[in-house]
């Protein structure tokens, strides 16, 4: 069985010339390019993109920088390669006719001199990564503040009534205390009960 993004096929075993990155990283992941960009750093520069490291959950189109002259013109022409999760970096050879593997992304740019500049979610401006990863952090819950009040440790003898009267002079509010610290039973409390009282 293949490798797949989201059910689309992707073909690891992918050659092509030397200097011919974006087109071997098209070949990677097949399908028809809605636009076609003279140079890497084109289609990077007209693509999604996203800054940071995978997050290996899907292989992914990546792009470098390389400024350099060919054909007498000295821009940024960039670098197309390929992140396979648990494989590393797949990549149009540095000479010749092939591929080459690179352990990470931090070992392509060195062995080349690039910049690594992030990964996109299509190449040539056909999405071929379904899946990305929210970059926003889910958000932190709010710790339940503690009730506010006075607290009281039940002792042997003790009940709500009692309680109530001694805290609020009056009795007959022992159901705010029982809400206050969800007792369903009014009547039956322990000793070593930390209650809150409210209002107090």
Known sequence: MGWTNNGRAIDLN???QAGFCLRFQQRVFPGSPA????CARAAWDNSVQHAEYPDGS????ISYSWVGTIGGVRKDWGHAAVFVPGRGILSS???GYG?????????????????????TEDVGGFRVVDYVADPTPAPT????????????TVVPGD??????ERY???GTRYPEIAAANGVENPSLIFPGQVFVIPGV
């Open 14 to 16: 992918t050659q092509d």
């Open 93 to 95: 050879p540095g000479s």
């Open 99 to 119: 591929q080459q593997w690179f352990g990470s992304i931090d070992e392509l740019a060195r062995a080349w001199n690039l910049t690594y500049l992030g990964w």
């Open 141 to 152: 819950p709010e710790p339940t503040p503690a009730p506010s009040g006075t607290y009281y």
């Open 58 to 61: 899907a292989i992914v189109p």
């Open 168 to 170: 609020y002079g009056d």
């Open 35 to 38: 636009v076609y960009y003279d």
């Open 159 to 164: 009940n709500l009534w009692g309680i109530a």
